[in-house]
């Protein structure tokens, strides 16, 4: 079969290995709807890959992620490459990393919690990657996958 060819971009950034069903959420969470500086954005779902069977890729032109938006993709997306495009070269590449303390990017699940009273930022740490769950500094309050992707 011949390989699936998805358009280069000249200058951005690419987000590879995104678990198959996954790639909606990453442009949600960035917000990449409604992208400023009039780039384009491209989505591929269910591409075939060696790694993961099966993978979607997410392509940004003109954008390049913030430490705070690579954290969130790692959320979504633990298996993701980050590709940094300049004049049509990777120039750069990383795997996202979890970290072991989630500040300021995630919403506490707890109606009660302090965090949604007061104007501090809110603070989570990592209490297991796989599966994924993180616990409030403020509340103590759990949250396990699907609570944490509601609320990022
Ligand atoms: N890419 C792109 N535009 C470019 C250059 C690369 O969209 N101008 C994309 C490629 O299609 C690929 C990703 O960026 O999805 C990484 O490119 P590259 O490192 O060349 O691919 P691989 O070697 O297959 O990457 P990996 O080893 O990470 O799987
Ligand atoms: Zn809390």
Request: proline share 5%; glycine share 6%.
């Amino acid at each position: 079969m011949p390989e699936l060819k998805v358009s280069a971009i000249r200058e951005g950034t690419v987000i590879d290995h995104i678990p198959a069903g996954k790639g909606l959420k990453v442009i949600e969470i960035l917000k990449l709807g409604k992208l400023s500086n009039g780039g384009a954005v491209l989505l591929a779902i269910n591409v075939p890959s060696k790694k993961l069977g099966r993978k979607d890729i997410v392509k940004v032109e003109g954008k390049f992620l913030s430490e705070e938006e690579v954290n969130k993709i790692a959320l979504v997306a633990p298996t993701a490459t980050v590709n940094i495009i300049r004049d049509y070269k990777v120039v750069e590449k990383f795997k996202v990393e979890i970290p072991d303390v989630i500040e300021g990017i995630l919403r506490c699940a707890n109606p009660n919690c302090i965090t949604h009273y007061e104007y501090v930022t809110t603070k989570f740490y990592v209490i297991s990657r796989e599966p994924l769950k993180v616990r409030c500094h403020y509340c103590e309050r759990t949250m396990e996958e699907e609570e944490i992707l509601a609320n990022l």
